[in-house]
């Protein structure tokens, strides 16, 4: 205990002393949401942080504009996904080759399954994630490293306890029930944490429209399994699993891969929309 008053005692030492002077915050960038909410958790408000893909929009098939560039180039740091969820880093780092703009990878030391790049999804990736934020903030930041350091543990402990709850919740459930229909293929890493299978209408990218064989064979998936709800999600249209639903005789719900809030000023939690989601796993998995 009082070490961790020392601790919290040097830290406010550290910011009455104006080690972050007025201009002096560090300027992040992030290239979407769930990047976003983790440095703006590790960072608790002693860091400038803005975000690219504007609320509401898939991030998947958005691009920067000119004026995304022009602001970028007086960001510190832009941390990415990678694993082509950016299919528009390469430009963006070409275009601002010789600026002070540090590229930070953020899937880097995560364990890669294929192509998916939705590492996120399984709240232990996001730990390791948070690390290389902490790091990276610490290193340009160097007064505040003891404060990064303690909302790295706080997360860290956060994401333990979902990761928890997921497994006491998923492991009661009978490993043939463990099926979820999905619309995009972004679920490979929750599912491969907690041995559920995916099945996705459309590919990782959410880009396509499902064709008639495709859609019959998904239906076809859904009687034979005896699947009592799928999902969809809320930056895409319902249209197409809706029309599944209907044929199915099933019903939707939602599931978010957390890549954005629905809209602007409805900020959202990684921990907290992971939970909703898992309420809503429980509900398909159930036998009601
Ligand atoms: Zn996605």
């Known amino acids: ?87 528009w880093i390469d430009k963006v780092k070409a275009s601002l080759e010789g600026s002070d703009v540090d590229f930070v990878e953020l899937s880097e030391g995560i364990e890669k399954k294929g192509s998916d790049p939705h590492i996120w999804l399984d709240p232990l990736n996001v730990k390791t994630m948070c690390r290389t934020i902490t790091d990276k903030l610490s290193y340009i930041d ?36 463990r099926k979820i229909v999905v619309s995009h293929e972004a679920y490979g890493y929750l599912c491969d944490a907690y041995g559920i299978e995916q099945i996705a209408v459309e590919g990782i990218g959410a880009e396509s429209e499902p064709s008639p064989s495709r859609v019959e064979e998904i239906v076809n998936y859904i009687k034979a399994n005896d699947i009592k709800y799928i999902f969809y999600e809320k930056l895409a249209s319902p249209k197409v699993m809706q029309t599944i639903a209907d044929e199915a005789g099933c019903r939707l719900l939602p599931l978010d891969p957390f890549e954005g809030p629905a809209s602007e000023g409805s900020p959202e939690d990684y921990v907290s929309v992971m939970e909703q989601n898992l309420e809503n796993l429980k509900l398909a998995f159930g036998d009601e």
């Open 1 to 87: 205990m009082k070490k961790i008053i020392t601790a919290i005692a040097l830290v406010l030492l550290l910011a009455g002393c104006g080690v972050n002077k007025m201009g002096d915050r560090p300027r992040i960038y992030t290239s979407f949401y769930a990047l976003y909410d983790f440095a703006s958790d590790i960072s608790g408000g002693m860091a400038d942080i803005y975000n690219m893909v504007p609320a509401g929009t898939e991030p998947h098939d958005w691009e920067p504009t000119v004026q995304d560039m022009a602001r970028l180039n007086d960001a510190e740091v832009l941390f990415y996904n990678g694993m082509g969820m950016e299919g």
């Open 142 to 177: 160097v007064g505040n490293s003891l404060y990064y350091e303690e909302n790295y543990n706080a997360c860290v402990l956060k994401l333990d306890a979902l990761d928890k709850k997921y497994r006491s919740v998923i492991d009661a459930v009978p490993k043939e029930k």
